[in-house]
């Protein structure tokens, strides 16, 4: 197995799990995100239960500069990438339009929009030299319907699932498969992230119900990324089973 797979954001949640799923499976990984300590723990784990080869590259994603140094120029045995999973991301609050906070909007912005983008741009010559290639983007339900608070984020996620239209229309030609993952509701780090550290607002989001896990995410991935040749699945739309969309729960 020489398959490579690079995933942003590894350090936890979604990420984590897809780099555990697809090492299982033989994938070598790259793994990326601002904690290095994170990342040199989990390339270590893996490597020693899996002995597949693991790249761990620490940048911001919101760093121009350090995307494009960092993913550039890959040592020549890290260069065939198959799938790059654009997962990093955040949302930053949940706050009415007048309320929220600049801030945040432009972080949010500026990883989940513009990171996604630079992280796309910097990966894909390796791809079309290829004329091969899978990019799996990492959406949300809030990208599909905006709900009350959800302004900047939902906004984000609406770019995002854009993005993943219109790579694939521009990508048709270099034959790289896209697919958009958008998830409702997973208990990862994102909610004590949106709330700041705030554990106990965080543990309300998923009060009442039993909410997606990031194995069930890194599953699907899974299942996206190993389909034959001629197959791409686009826009997978997942909830868990007490959620109907952005905004119906059964509690
Ligand atoms: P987590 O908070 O558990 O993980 C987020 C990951 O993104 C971390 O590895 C973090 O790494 C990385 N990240 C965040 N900001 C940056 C940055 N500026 N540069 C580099 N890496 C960054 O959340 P999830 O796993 O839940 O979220 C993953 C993706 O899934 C996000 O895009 C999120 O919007 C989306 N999503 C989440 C849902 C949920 O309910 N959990 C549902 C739908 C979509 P580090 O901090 O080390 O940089
Ligand atoms: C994360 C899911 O419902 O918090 O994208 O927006 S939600």
Redesign the pocket.
Known sequence: MDKIILI??????????MAEKFAAAGWNCII????KD??DMLSKELQAAYKIKTLALV?????RDAVFSSLENLPDEWKNIDVLV??????LGRDSFENANLDDWD?MM???VK?MMYVTKAVLPYMTARKKGHIIN?????GKEVYKDGNG?CA??YA?DALSKSMRIDLLPHRIKVTA?????????????RFKGDASKAKQ?YDGYT??H?ED?ADIAFYCANLPEHVCINDLVVTCTSQADAIYFHK
């Open positions: 942003t954001g590894a350090t936890s949640g979604f990420g984590k799990a990326t995100g601002r904690r994170r990342l940048f911001d994603v919101q760093n654009n997962n990093a991301g955040l949302a972080t500026d990883t989940n990171g990492m959406g949300s339900v809030a984020y984000s996620k995002v993952i958008q998830p409702g509701a997973a208990e990862t780090e994102f909610a004590i992230v989001v909410p997606l990031a995410i």
